[in-house]
């Protein structure tokens, strides 16, 4: 694992979500209550995974507890080439049905260039990423 300098930043806060890089490596972007979330936020979401990412591709755990949904377009752009430069793996965790709703449409409509699993237990989810750390 690469360490983290102590001037590069640990946390963004974009519009839709907040970033933060944990001290294991393992990236994790928490969806901001009632959001739903356009191709143009997913743009800026992949910038800011990028530049947390420090030059490698983490692991992702994407809380998704608190979302509202995601446009087909934002779900594309995640799941193809551009979400695979920035990420090698995708832990979503998920609360509700809807919430649950939401992880099968992204997993089950898109064809997701990483591995990605659904999760209700945060722990579980950690766990399984951690397998993808260097």
């Known amino acids: 694992m690469t360490p983290v ?3 590069v930043p640990k946390s ?3 519009p839709t979500i907040v970033l933060v890089l944990r001290d294991d490596g393992l990236l994790v972007a928490t969806n901001k209550p009632g959001t739903v979330q356009t191709l143009e936020d997913a743009r800026e979401n992949v910038e800011g995974t990028r ?3 420090l030059g490698r591709r983490p692991p992702l755990l ?3 507890r608190e979302s509202r949904g995601m446009e087909r377009a934002a779900r594309a752009y995640y799941a193809g080439p551009e979400g695979e430069k920035v990420v090698c793996a995708i832990g979503l965790l998920v609360g509700s049905p809807a919430t649950r709703i939401i992880g099968n449409f992204f997993i089950g409509l898109n064809r997701v260039l990483v591995p990605c699993k659904l999760f209700s237990d945060e722990e579980d989810a950690v766990a399984w990423l951690r397998g993808f750390l260097p």
């Open 5 to 7: 300098a102590a001037d």
């Open 12 to 14: 963004i806060d974009l």
């Open 51 to 53: 530049s947390l990412g």
């Open 62 to 64: 994407v809380d998704m």
